[in-house]
Protein backbone atom coordinates (compact mmCIF):
# COMPACT_ATOMS: atom_id res chain seq x y z
CA UNK A 1 0.00 0.00 0.00
CA UNK A 2 1.29 2.97 -1.22
CA UNK A 3 1.38 5.76 1.38
CA UNK A 4 0.62 9.68 0.16
CA UNK A 5 3.24 11.73 1.48
CA UNK A 6 3.70 15.75 1.97
CA UNK A 7 6.35 18.09 0.53
CA UNK A 8 8.88 18.38 3.69
CA UNK A 9 10.58 15.15 2.77
CA UNK A 10 13.75 17.49 1.43
CA UNK A 11 14.56 17.00 5.37
CA UNK A 12 15.64 13.84 4.62
CA UNK A 13 18.90 13.63 3.66
CA UNK A 14 19.31 11.93 0.09
CA UNK A 15 20.17 8.46 -0.39
CA UNK A 16 20.16 5.45 -2.51
CA UNK A 17 16.59 5.02 -1.48
CA UNK A 18 14.81 6.49 -4.45
CA UNK A 19 12.19 9.20 -5.15
CA UNK A 20 9.62 10.49 -2.22
CA UNK A 21 6.53 10.88 -4.37
CA UNK A 22 7.30 15.15 -4.26
CA UNK A 23 10.54 14.03 -5.94
CA UNK A 24 8.63 12.87 -8.85
CA UNK A 25 5.69 15.43 -8.59
CA UNK A 26 7.84 18.08 -9.75
CA UNK A 27 8.74 17.20 -12.95
CA UNK A 28 6.10 15.62 -14.27
CA UNK A 29 3.52 18.13 -13.27
CA UNK A 30 0.62 16.11 -11.94
CA UNK A 31 -0.64 16.30 -9.06
CA UNK A 32 0.39 14.38 -5.90
CA UNK A 33 -2.54 11.96 -5.60
CA UNK A 34 -1.99 11.17 -9.19
CA UNK A 35 1.41 10.17 -8.75
CA UNK A 36 0.62 8.24 -5.91
CA UNK A 37 -2.07 6.66 -7.45
CA UNK A 38 0.46 5.67 -10.65
CA UNK A 39 3.08 4.69 -8.49
CA UNK A 40 0.70 2.41 -6.67
CA UNK A 41 -0.44 0.47 -9.63
CA UNK A 42 3.60 0.29 -10.68
CA UNK A 43 4.45 -1.33 -7.56
CA UNK A 44 1.57 -3.80 -7.71
CA UNK A 45 2.52 -4.94 -11.04
CA UNK A 46 6.02 -5.53 -9.31
CA UNK A 47 7.93 -2.61 -11.76
CA UNK A 48 8.92 -0.60 -8.55
CA UNK A 49 9.58 -0.98 -5.01
CA UNK A 50 8.68 1.38 -2.16
CA UNK A 51 10.09 1.80 1.38
CA UNK A 52 9.11 3.77 3.91
CA UNK A 53 11.18 5.56 6.29
CA UNK A 54 9.57 7.45 8.82
CA UNK A 55 6.74 10.13 7.45
CA UNK A 56 8.15 9.49 3.78
CA UNK A 57 7.79 6.92 1.39
CA UNK A 58 10.49 6.09 -1.34
CA UNK A 59 10.12 4.76 -4.90
CA UNK A 60 12.77 2.52 -6.65
CA UNK A 61 12.59 0.82 -9.86
CA UNK A 62 12.46 -2.92 -9.51
CA UNK A 63 15.65 -4.13 -11.24
CA UNK A 64 15.86 -7.87 -11.57
CA UNK A 65 12.37 -7.83 -12.44
CA UNK A 66 12.19 -5.18 -15.21
CA UNK A 67 15.26 -7.12 -16.20
CA UNK A 68 13.14 -10.55 -16.41
CA UNK A 69 10.36 -8.55 -18.07
CA UNK A 70 12.91 -7.13 -20.62
CA UNK A 71 14.56 -10.70 -21.47
CA UNK A 72 11.20 -12.22 -21.87
CA UNK A 73 9.94 -9.37 -24.11
CA UNK A 74 13.07 -9.51 -26.50
CA UNK A 75 12.29 -13.16 -26.58
CA UNK A 76 8.88 -12.32 -27.85
CA UNK A 77 9.83 -10.08 -30.18
CA UNK A 78 12.65 -12.13 -31.98
CA UNK A 79 10.14 -15.13 -31.89
CA UNK A 80 9.43 -15.59 -35.93
CA UNK A 81 6.22 -17.82 -37.19
CA UNK A 82 6.77 -21.17 -37.98
CA UNK A 83 4.77 -20.08 -41.24
CA UNK A 84 7.43 -17.00 -41.92
CA UNK A 85 10.89 -19.25 -41.35
CA UNK A 86 9.22 -21.91 -43.76
CA UNK A 87 8.59 -18.87 -46.44
CA UNK A 88 11.74 -18.01 -45.68
CA UNK A 89 13.28 -21.01 -46.48
CA UNK A 90 11.69 -22.02 -49.24
CA UNK A 91 12.21 -18.67 -51.10
CA UNK A 92 15.48 -19.48 -50.08
CA UNK A 93 15.98 -23.20 -51.88
CA UNK A 94 14.00 -22.28 -54.55
CA UNK A 95 16.37 -19.63 -55.80
CA UNK A 96 19.20 -21.45 -55.70
CA UNK A 97 17.41 -24.68 -57.58
CA UNK A 98 16.47 -22.47 -60.22
CA UNK A 99 20.01 -20.48 -60.53
CA UNK A 100 21.68 -23.86 -59.91
CA UNK A 101 23.69 -22.53 -56.89
CA UNK A 102 24.55 -24.07 -53.73
CA UNK A 103 24.23 -21.92 -50.55
CA UNK A 104 27.36 -23.74 -49.10
CA UNK A 105 30.37 -22.77 -51.76
CA UNK A 106 30.99 -24.62 -55.21
CA UNK A 107 31.26 -28.35 -55.72
CA UNK A 108 34.68 -28.39 -53.65
CA UNK A 109 32.56 -28.35 -50.41
CA UNK A 110 31.42 -31.47 -51.70
CA UNK A 111 33.69 -33.25 -50.94
CA UNK A 112 35.26 -30.76 -47.78
CA UNK A 113 32.13 -32.42 -46.20
CA UNK A 114 33.15 -36.16 -46.75
CA UNK A 115 32.00 -37.05 -50.60
CA UNK A 116 34.72 -39.19 -52.19
CA UNK A 117 36.04 -38.13 -55.46
CA UNK A 118 34.76 -41.46 -57.05
CA UNK A 119 30.98 -40.95 -55.31
CA UNK A 120 31.02 -36.99 -56.86
CA UNK A 121 31.98 -38.97 -60.80
CA UNK A 122 29.08 -40.75 -60.86
CA UNK A 123 26.45 -37.72 -60.67
CA UNK A 124 26.23 -34.93 -62.86
CA UNK A 125 26.72 -31.03 -62.92
CA UNK A 126 23.09 -30.25 -62.40
CA UNK A 127 23.28 -32.31 -58.98
CA UNK A 128 26.41 -31.63 -57.80
CA UNK A 129 26.44 -27.79 -58.22
CA UNK A 130 23.29 -27.19 -55.87
CA UNK A 131 24.08 -29.93 -53.30
CA UNK A 132 23.69 -28.21 -49.83
CA UNK A 133 24.76 -30.96 -47.31
CA UNK A 134 27.05 -30.52 -44.01
CA UNK A 135 27.55 -34.32 -43.99
CA UNK A 136 27.35 -37.06 -46.05
CA UNK A 137 24.94 -39.39 -44.67
CA UNK A 138 25.24 -42.62 -47.53
CA UNK A 139 29.10 -43.17 -46.02
CA UNK A 140 27.27 -43.95 -43.05
CA UNK A 141 24.19 -45.60 -43.86
CA UNK A 142 25.86 -49.08 -44.66
CA UNK A 143 23.10 -49.42 -47.34
CA UNK A 144 21.98 -52.76 -48.53
CA UNK A 145 20.97 -53.97 -51.86
CA UNK A 146 17.16 -54.30 -52.29
CA UNK A 147 16.29 -51.67 -49.34
CA UNK A 148 14.39 -48.67 -49.32
CA UNK A 149 15.65 -45.29 -48.41
CA UNK A 150 13.69 -42.05 -47.75
CA UNK A 151 16.18 -38.79 -47.46
CA UNK A 152 14.05 -35.98 -45.88
CA UNK A 153 14.81 -32.81 -47.20
CA UNK A 154 16.47 -34.21 -50.86
CA UNK A 155 16.47 -31.26 -52.46
CA UNK A 156 18.90 -31.39 -55.91
CA UNK A 157 19.14 -34.41 -55.23
CA UNK A 158 22.61 -35.79 -54.50
CA UNK A 159 21.96 -38.29 -51.89
CA UNK A 160 19.08 -39.92 -53.23
CA UNK A 161 20.57 -41.06 -56.64
CA UNK A 162 23.75 -42.33 -54.35
CA UNK A 163 21.37 -44.24 -52.66
CA UNK A 164 19.98 -45.36 -55.04
CA UNK A 165 23.22 -46.77 -56.82
CA UNK A 166 23.87 -48.54 -53.48
CA UNK A 167 20.31 -50.55 -53.14
CA UNK A 168 20.20 -51.23 -56.98
CA UNK A 169 17.57 -52.25 -58.93
CA UNK A 170 16.04 -54.13 -56.53
CA UNK A 171 15.52 -51.29 -53.76
CA UNK A 172 14.34 -47.94 -54.00
CA UNK A 173 15.44 -44.38 -53.29
CA UNK A 174 12.99 -41.74 -52.44
CA UNK A 175 13.30 -38.18 -51.79
CA UNK A 176 10.88 -35.45 -50.28
CA UNK A 177 11.17 -31.75 -50.06
CA UNK A 178 9.14 -28.74 -49.82
CA UNK A 179 10.43 -26.77 -52.76
CA UNK A 180 8.56 -27.16 -56.10
CA UNK A 181 11.91 -25.94 -57.80
CA UNK A 182 13.94 -28.19 -56.01
CA UNK A 183 11.72 -31.32 -56.58
CA UNK A 184 11.68 -30.49 -59.99
CA UNK A 185 15.48 -30.18 -61.08
CA UNK A 186 16.08 -33.65 -58.67
CA UNK A 187 13.75 -34.84 -61.17
CA UNK A 188 15.07 -33.56 -64.06
CA UNK A 189 18.51 -34.91 -63.35
CA UNK A 190 17.19 -38.53 -62.33
CA UNK A 191 15.83 -38.80 -65.90
CA UNK A 192 18.55 -37.49 -67.68
CA UNK A 193 21.02 -39.94 -65.56
CA UNK A 194 18.68 -42.81 -66.42
CA UNK A 195 17.73 -43.64 -62.81
CA UNK A 196 14.78 -45.92 -62.54
CA UNK A 197 14.58 -46.60 -59.23
CA UNK A 198 14.28 -43.15 -57.86
CA UNK A 199 11.35 -40.93 -56.70
CA UNK A 200 10.83 -37.05 -56.02
CA UNK A 201 7.78 -35.95 -53.75
CA UNK A 202 6.73 -32.49 -53.08
CA UNK A 203 5.94 -32.42 -49.49
CA UNK A 204 6.83 -31.41 -45.83
CA UNK A 205 9.03 -33.79 -43.72
CA UNK A 206 7.04 -33.14 -40.72
CA UNK A 207 3.67 -34.69 -42.53
CA UNK A 208 5.35 -36.92 -44.87
CA UNK A 209 3.74 -38.50 -48.26
CA UNK A 210 4.82 -42.06 -47.20
CA UNK A 211 3.28 -45.04 -45.65
CA UNK A 212 3.16 -46.09 -42.38
CA UNK A 213 6.75 -48.95 -41.81
CA UNK A 214 7.42 -48.56 -45.48
CA UNK A 215 10.93 -47.62 -45.26
CA UNK A 216 14.40 -49.41 -44.18
CA UNK A 217 16.47 -46.01 -44.02
CA UNK A 218 15.89 -42.66 -43.60
CA UNK A 219 18.42 -40.92 -44.01
CA UNK A 220 18.60 -36.55 -43.81
CA UNK A 221 21.37 -33.96 -45.25
CA UNK A 222 21.38 -30.33 -43.43
CA UNK A 223 17.45 -30.30 -43.08
CA UNK A 224 16.40 -30.58 -39.82
CA UNK A 225 18.05 -27.61 -38.58
CA UNK A 226 15.58 -25.48 -40.86
CA UNK A 227 12.30 -26.80 -39.80
CA UNK A 228 10.73 -25.27 -36.47
CA UNK A 229 9.08 -28.65 -35.16
CA UNK A 230 11.78 -30.88 -34.96
CA UNK A 231 10.10 -33.20 -33.04
CA UNK A 232 7.34 -33.54 -35.84
CA UNK A 233 9.87 -34.51 -37.99
CA UNK A 234 11.62 -37.25 -36.63
CA UNK A 235 8.26 -38.37 -35.25
CA UNK A 236 7.42 -38.58 -39.00
CA UNK A 237 10.78 -40.49 -39.44
CA UNK A 238 9.91 -42.74 -37.02
CA UNK A 239 6.26 -43.44 -38.43
CA UNK A 240 7.84 -43.83 -41.88
CA UNK A 241 10.42 -46.61 -40.53
CA UNK A 242 9.92 -50.24 -40.57
CA UNK A 243 10.63 -51.86 -37.30
CA UNK A 244 13.94 -51.87 -36.72
CA UNK A 245 14.61 -49.75 -39.39
CA UNK A 246 17.41 -46.75 -39.19
CA UNK A 247 18.18 -43.12 -39.43
CA UNK A 248 21.14 -41.45 -40.14
CA UNK A 249 21.06 -37.83 -40.43
CA UNK A 250 24.01 -35.09 -41.11
CA UNK A 251 22.98 -31.59 -39.52
CA UNK A 252 24.41 -28.60 -38.06
CA UNK A 253 23.95 -28.40 -34.04
CA UNK A 254 25.54 -25.52 -31.29
CA UNK A 255 27.63 -26.06 -28.43
CA UNK A 256 25.16 -24.42 -25.91
CA UNK A 257 22.25 -22.55 -26.78
CA UNK A 258 21.90 -19.42 -29.13
CA UNK A 259 20.72 -16.15 -28.59
CA UNK A 260 17.80 -15.24 -28.86
CA UNK A 261 18.06 -12.14 -30.68
CA UNK A 262 19.63 -14.43 -33.65
CA UNK A 263 16.44 -16.40 -33.80
CA UNK A 264 14.63 -13.56 -35.37
CA UNK A 265 16.84 -13.59 -38.39
CA UNK A 266 15.25 -14.86 -41.37
CA UNK A 267 18.47 -15.24 -43.64
CA UNK A 268 19.80 -17.01 -40.65
CA UNK A 269 17.50 -19.29 -40.44
CA UNK A 270 17.61 -20.22 -44.36
CA UNK A 271 21.15 -20.36 -43.88
CA UNK A 272 21.03 -23.26 -41.84
CA UNK A 273 22.30 -21.62 -38.71
CA UNK A 274 19.00 -19.78 -36.64
CA UNK A 275 17.23 -23.11 -36.29
CA UNK A 276 20.01 -25.12 -35.18
CA UNK A 277 19.85 -26.34 -32.04
CA UNK A 278 22.54 -27.81 -28.51
CA UNK A 279 23.43 -30.94 -29.53
CA UNK A 280 22.47 -32.61 -26.40
CA UNK A 281 19.00 -31.09 -27.24
CA UNK A 282 19.27 -32.62 -30.77
CA UNK A 283 20.14 -36.35 -29.32
CA UNK A 284 17.25 -35.98 -26.89
CA UNK A 285 14.71 -34.87 -28.81
CA UNK A 286 15.06 -38.22 -31.07
CA UNK A 287 15.52 -40.14 -27.99
CA UNK A 288 12.04 -38.99 -27.07
CA UNK A 289 10.51 -39.98 -30.13
CA UNK A 290 10.93 -43.55 -29.66
CA UNK A 291 14.58 -44.41 -31.24
CA UNK A 292 17.22 -46.12 -29.59
CA UNK A 293 21.01 -46.15 -29.51
CA UNK A 294 21.07 -42.29 -30.83
CA UNK A 295 24.82 -41.65 -31.01
CA UNK A 296 26.70 -39.04 -32.81
CA UNK A 297 28.98 -40.70 -35.10
CA UNK A 298 30.54 -38.49 -36.88
CA UNK A 299 31.12 -34.72 -36.09
CA UNK A 300 33.21 -31.92 -37.97
CA UNK A 301 33.78 -27.82 -37.83
CA UNK A 302 32.26 -25.37 -39.66
CA UNK A 303 34.60 -22.53 -41.15
CA UNK A 304 32.06 -20.45 -39.34
CA UNK A 305 30.28 -19.00 -37.08
CA UNK A 306 32.17 -20.33 -33.79
CA UNK A 307 30.04 -22.64 -31.68
CA UNK A 308 28.39 -24.46 -34.59
CA UNK A 309 29.54 -27.71 -35.93
CA UNK A 310 28.26 -30.62 -38.07
CA UNK A 311 27.14 -34.08 -36.83
CA UNK A 312 25.71 -37.22 -38.28
CA UNK A 313 23.64 -39.17 -35.97
CA UNK A 314 22.75 -42.65 -35.87
CA UNK A 315 19.39 -44.28 -34.08
CA UNK A 316 17.24 -47.14 -34.61
CA UNK A 317 13.66 -47.58 -34.64
CA UNK A 318 12.71 -50.44 -32.16
CA UNK A 319 12.55 -53.98 -33.63
CA UNK A 320 9.43 -54.89 -31.79
CA UNK A 321 7.37 -51.89 -33.09
C1 LIG B 1 20.33 -27.14 -47.07
S1 LIG B 1 19.31 -27.86 -48.28
C2 LIG B 1 19.89 -29.55 -48.29
C3 LIG B 1 19.47 -30.30 -49.51
C4 LIG B 1 20.02 -31.72 -49.64
N1 LIG B 1 19.73 -32.53 -48.48
C5 LIG B 1 21.51 -31.70 -49.90
O1 LIG B 1 22.27 -32.30 -49.14
O2 LIG B 1 21.91 -31.09 -50.89
C6 LIG B 1 17.76 -27.97 -47.45
C7 LIG B 1 16.61 -28.53 -48.26
O3 LIG B 1 15.58 -28.89 -47.35
C8 LIG B 1 14.33 -28.50 -47.85
N2 LIG B 1 13.44 -28.30 -46.71
C9 LIG B 1 13.59 -27.43 -45.70
N3 LIG B 1 12.60 -27.56 -44.80
C10 LIG B 1 11.80 -28.55 -45.27
C11 LIG B 1 10.59 -29.14 -44.80
N4 LIG B 1 10.01 -28.73 -43.68
N5 LIG B 1 10.03 -30.12 -45.53
C12 LIG B 1 10.60 -30.52 -46.71
N6 LIG B 1 11.73 -29.99 -47.20
C13 LIG B 1 12.33 -29.02 -46.50
C14 LIG B 1 14.64 -27.24 -48.64
O4 LIG B 1 13.65 -27.01 -49.62
C15 LIG B 1 15.99 -27.57 -49.25
O5 LIG B 1 15.88 -28.17 -50.49
Known sequence: MVTSVGCSCTEVPPDELGMCVCDVVEFVK?????VSHHLAILERAGLVQSKKIGRWVYYQRNEPFIKQVCKQLQTTLTMLSNKEIKQAVQEHYGQLAQQGRSCCG???????IGYSQEELAKLSDEVLSVGAGCGNPIALAELREGEIVLDLGSGGGID??????????RGRAIGVDMT??????????????????VEF????????????ASVDVVISNCVINLVPDKAKAFSEAFRVLKPGGRLIVSDIVTHGKLANFFKGDLTAWANC???????????????????EHVEIIAHSPIPKPAGFYSVTVRAFKPAGL
Open 30 to 34: LSQPT
Open 106 to 112: DAGHLEL
Open 160 to 169: VLLAAQKVGP
Open 180 to 197: EAMVERARASAKKLGFTN
Open 201 to 212: LLGEIESLPVAD
Open 273 to 291: LAGAIEDKEYLKIISETGF
